[in-house]
């Protein structure tokens, strides 16, 4: 089991940048595949971006593809999240998500852990 804690939200205006973090407890980080995924007031929660266990595979959705940058570093049991040129359509709060496995998964139901979420405000 693993367990995740989510930190580096805030309120930033329209075109800063924020970075996330989330810390995975455990000495197994390394064999879960990691996501971000957010949640606007009453959307659904949405899928963001993926990396495998290895970090050999990276997915984002397409909403914030050039502007998002999925990292992590197994050895610090840290998960990234470098979010650049926001816009108030960015505004959610930010989930980090792990899986048991190496392949990279977009949708929520294929992840087991969660953290708490971090809420990212992009004021206009």
């Known amino acids: 089991q693993v367990q995740l804690v989510e930190s580096g939200g805030g309120l930033v205006q329209a075109g800063g940048s924020l970075r996330l973090s989330c810390a995975a407890s455990g000495r197994t980080f390394s064999m879960y595949t990691m996501a971000w995924f957010r949640q606007a007031p009453g959307k659904e929660r949405e899928f963001v971006a993926t990396?495998?266990?290895?970090?050999?595979?990276?997915y984002y959705a397409d909403s914030v593809k050039g502007r998002f940058t999925i990292s992590r570093d197994n050895a610090k049991n840290t998960l990234y999240l470098q979010m650049n040129s926001l816009s108030p359509e960015d505004t959610a709060v930010y989930y980090c998500a792990a899986r048991r496995g190496a392949r990279a998964e977009v949708k929520a139901r294929d992840y087991d852990y969660w953290g708490q979420g971090t809420q990212v405000t992009v004021s206009s």
């Open positions: 990396i495998s266990s290895t970090g050999g595979s990276i």
